[in-house]
């Protein structure tokens, strides 16, 4: 059973800095492509980094330079480094996998942690 656990959302004002965990268990980290993605209110959720089983990240324009993916293979965790936030950026970030089922990706979802930014 894959399960993930966001943590490290908060309110900051704007450009500040939070830290966003996803405790991974059921699948590895390492192995599998990881992503974050971004729901601001009232809108579709956005992916906003990903993460391949190589290492190598990849992020949308709106947080490029300013987002950083990393991953902690032992602690089986990922983490969202988020700099010079702008109220923007405001919404539920959720980390998310998926692992392909043989005729379909199956898609797992954090339930999420909030994170407000004041102007």
């Known amino acids: 059973q894959v399960q993930l656990v966001e943590s490290g959302g908060g309110l900051v004002k704007a450009g500040g800095s939070l830290r966003l965990s996803c405790a991974a268990s059921?699948?590895?980290?390492?192995?599998?492509?990881m992503n974050w993605y971004h729901q601001a209110p009232g809108k579709q959720r956005e992916v906003v980094a990903t993460m391949s089983s190589g290492g190598n990240g990849n992020y949308s324009s709106a947080v490029n330079g300013r987002f950083t993916m990393s991953r902690d293979n032992a602690k089986n965790t990922v983490y969202l480094q988020m700099n010079n936030l702008d109220p923007k950026d405001t919404g539920v970030y959720y980390c998310?996998?998926?692992?392909?089922?043989?005729?379909?990706?199956?898609?797992?979802w954090g339930q999420g942690t909030q994170v407000t930014v004041s102007s």
């Open positions: 998310n996998t998926w692992v392909w089922t043989g005729r379909s990706r199956r898609h797992y």
């Open positions: 059921g699948i590895d980290v390492g192995r599998n492509s």
